[in-house]
C-alpha cells in the first residue's frame, strides 16, 4: 500500500507541479502580453488559446491530477494514522478546490462567454477589460494552489 500511495502521490506532484508553471506563465506573461494588444486581436489571440489547450495531453493532465488528488484523499483518510495522510488530503483538496474546481466554476464560463463574442465587436471590448481583470485573478488562484499542493505533496512525499 506504501508503494502505491508514493506512486499516486509522484504523480499527483508531477501533475500539480506541470499545471502550477502553465497557471503561473499564464499570469505574469501571457494575460499581461494580451491586455497589450487591441481589444479584437487579444480576443481573437486567447480564443485560439483556448480551443488550442483543449488537447488530450493537457486534458490528462489537469483532469488526470484532479482524480489522482480524489483517489489520494480517500487513501490518506483510510490511514490517518500515516505521517503524510494530512499532507496528502491538504494537497488534494487545495488541487480540487483551487485549480480543478476554480476553473470549471470561474475560467470555464468566462472562456465560454469569450468564444461565443465578435472580436471587433463594441461588446467583445468591454467583455475583453472585464475578462483580463477577473480571469487572471482567478487564474492567480490557480498558480497559487496548484503551487501549494505540489509542495503539499513534496511534503508527504518526504514522509512516505
Known sequence: MKRMTFGLAFAAAIGSGLMAGLFFVFSVTIMSALGKLPAAAGIAAMQSINTTILSPLFL???MGTA???VVLAIVAMLNWS???SGWLVTGALLYVAGTFLVTIVFNV???DALAS????SGEA???????????TGWNHVRAVTSTAALGAFIQALRLL
Do not use: I, K
Open 60 to 62: 490528462t493532465a489537469f
Open 67 to 69: 482524480l489522482l488528488c
Open 82 to 84: 500515516g505521517p503524510a
Open 109 to 111: 464560463p468566462m472562456n
Open 117 to 120: 463574442a465578435a472580436p471587433d
Open 125 to 135: 471590448a468591454n467583455l475583453w477589460t472585464r475578462y483580463l481583470s477577473v480571469w
